[in-house]
Nanobody
């Protein structure tokens, strides 16, 4: 059984930073391809960033240059460093293991102007 646990969300002012963490419990092979999504109130879930077993990363256009995804395989953890946060970044952030198709429970990020 695989479980993903996110943490690191919170409330910040515009221009601030947060670092989200996602720990994968269970099959370590599930950490090979990891993604972050977010869902704002009244909107659908959207892709934010991904990190893959070949070392590549990708980002949504809306976060390029501000967010950085990274991974610590020894800790089975994926991080999302979020800088220069804006009110439009306010959402519930979820991590997902692509290989195993499992979602975390989410962590709330709120950015005030």
């Amino acid at each position: 059984q695989v479980q993903l646990v996110e943490s690191g969300g919170g409330s910040v002012q515009a221009g601030g930073s947060l670092r989200l963490s996602c720990v994968v419990f269970g099959y370590t092979t599930c950490t090979y391809d990891m993604t972050w999504y977010r869902q704002a109130p009244g909107k659908g879930r959207e892709f934010v960033s991904g990190i893959y077993s070949n070392g590549s990363t990708n980002y949504a256009d809306s976060v390029k240059g501000r967010f950085t995804i990274s991974q610590d395989n020894a800790k089975n953890t994926v991080y999302l460093q979020m800088n220069s946060l804006q009110p439009e970044d306010t959402a519930m952030y979820y991590c997902k293991t692509v290989r195993c198709g499992v979602w975390g429970q989410g962590t709330q990020v709120t950015v005030s102007s």
